[in-house]
């Protein structure tokens, strides 16, 4: 069970949190939401919480609850630029089904 970063996602996340003075990684989990199911919580985490599950990729730790693990087990959270827009890309593997918008998913 894993939860992984790309380069350039460990790189932005590094990046912010230095220039935010404090942080221990990002915290990625999902709760129920617009018309697929599901939808991603992405913050970042100033600590680790005692039931988080630890990853890190890059040197740059994500914390996930035990909880969300099912949905995002074996995810790669990416960073990319198209063109004017800039932001995360969920990679995972679970995914049955998308919303139109893109906003949730179904596993």
């Known amino acids: 069970m894993a939860v992984t ?10 990046n912010f949190l230095t220039r935010r003075g404090k ?8 709760k129920t939401s617009g018309c697929s199911g599901m939808a991603y919580k992405l913050e970042y985490a100033d ?3 005692g039931e988080d599950l630890v990853f890190e990729s890059f040197g740059v730790k994500v ?5 969300s693990l ?4 074996g995810t790669e959270l990416d960073f990319a630029r198209e ?6 890309k969920f990679n995972n593997p679970n ?6 918008c ?3 998913f179904h596993v």
């Open 5 to 14: 970063l790309s380069e350039a996602a460990a790189r932005h996340i590094n």
């Open 23 to 30: 942080g221990v990684g990002i915290r990625l989990g999902v």
């Open 47 to 49: 600590e680790v919480a």
């Open 63 to 67: 914390l996930v609850d035990p909880k």
């Open 70 to 73: 099912p949905y995002i087990d």
């Open 83 to 88: 063109g004017l827009n800039e932001g995360f």
């Open 95 to 100: 995914v049955k089904n998308e919303c139109g």
């Open 102 to 104: 893109g906003e949730s």
